[in-house]
DNA sequence: TGAAATTTTTTATTGAACTAAATTTTTTAT
DNA sequence: ATAAAAAATTTAGTTCAATAAAAAATTTCA
């Protein structure tokens, strides 16, 4: 039984996430002022502050809202029917770029990075980092099931695969909205060479053994 | 035959570089003003402002310099003689945390992964993204080697490898200086795991077959 | 040496994030 | 309905990055 209060506080803080986001995409995040988001939802510049500590906390409010409707939507979209590992993880960055640019953009997104890694310790960058690691969790499971189908090694750590992915995939998403130029086909292209490699580089076992 | 005013010039940046990296690390990064730098070296700030544009490009003058010795070291350290791909790296992103922690730390390392995103199309941060693409070069003529050696399968592009394991390193290195907490073994420990998986994820290809 | 060119410094301002404290408004509970 | 509690706003101020424009200093070159 949530108090009038606190359903107040949370459509206040709804709306100024709202109203930033709109800002952040019209302005750019830098020309975007906590004074006019405030304005934006007719509260006080202090009040956003209170609520929110940072321009980087709003921002990161956002994304964290963002990347909910993400995971849900990667836990229906990667239900089980692509037997390829590689092809697996092209996919799963298809889907995380697609979103990425959908709801934010690129140069919006180098400022979340930016955030999530100089306020590593604080309370939104956390979330992030959680939401990181379901979003991963995702692939890990994959990976479970490809072993079952025995399109993976048995003998491989699951998480540790699923999470290796992971990186590759991030890797090269920060550097699809480090730059404006980059095209979505250039991205796949490139996570596909690197994990290609990284997966056939050994000679194969039975002849080197 | 550099004239007056351009040694001048360069001992002025000199001095600014140096000054700001003992105040960055005595006081932490956002203590620090620039006109306490430019007040250390006895220029006014516009000076500096003139120099290096922002706080950032300060900051990523200081890591420039430092990453032309951690290329000159790497170029020495990995002679040739690890005949392991997975050791190879190992000892790649060992020499990489440990040169890092050795000439700043943690927190000023998080501004300078930060500040390479953000302000990607800086000339400051394009000189370090040369840097990052000249050591992972290194990792590269190191897999061409090992192919020569018969250790790594003479079928996929050094290329593509040596940049594939550059970014896992990467991913580890960003989470290693993202957490106060994280210690040099974890950060190995994480990055074995990770590089382990990947390399021996599919199932042996003449069972495959 | 002296005039011209270039650089640095001084001076002044702006803009914005963030903070502190007092006041007002709103909500809750008696 | 009213007192008490909680939250939001106002007011005021600090700090610092960044920029602009004019003045001073330095260097170059004829």
Redesign the pocket.
């Known amino acids: 039984m949530a108090?009038?209060?606190?359903r107040?506080?949370q459509d206040?803080q709804k709306r100024i996430v709202e109203e930033a986001r709109a800002l952040f995409m019209e302005q750019g995040y830098e020309?975007?002022?906590?004074?006019g988001i405030a304005a934006a939802v007719g509260?006080?510049?202090?009040?956003v502050?209170?609520y929110y500590?940072?321009?980087?906390g709003v921002l990161l409010a956002i994304v964290a809202e963002s990347d909910r409707k993400l995971l849900e939507r990667m836990g229906a979209a990667l239900s089980g029917d692509i037997d390829d590992l590689l092809e697996l993880l092209l996919n799963f960055a298809a889907i995380v770029r697609q979103h990425a640019v959908t709801n934010l953009n690129k140069q919006i997104w180098r400022q979340v990075v930016a955030a999530t890694i100089v306020d590593s310790e604080s309370r939104f960058a956390k979330t992030y980092h959680e939401l990181d690691h379901k979003l991963s969790m995702v692939l890990v499971r994959e990976v479970e099931r490809l072993q079952r189908e025995g399109r993976v090694s048995a003998e491989i750590s699951a998480f540790a695969l699923g999470k290796g992915l992971f990186h590759l995939q991030n890797t090269r998403f920060i550097q699809f909205v480090s730059s404006d130029e980059m095209s979505d086909e250039d991205a796949a292209k490139k996570l596909r060479s690197d994990v290609s490699a990284l997966l056939h580089a050994l000679p194969s076992r039975v002849a080197a053994e």
Chains 1, 2 share one sequence.
Do not use: D, F, M, W
């Open positions: 108090g009038l209060r606190e107040q506080k206040r020309a975007t002022t906590i004074e509260l006080s510049g202090v009040t502050h209170n500590g940072t321009k980087a």
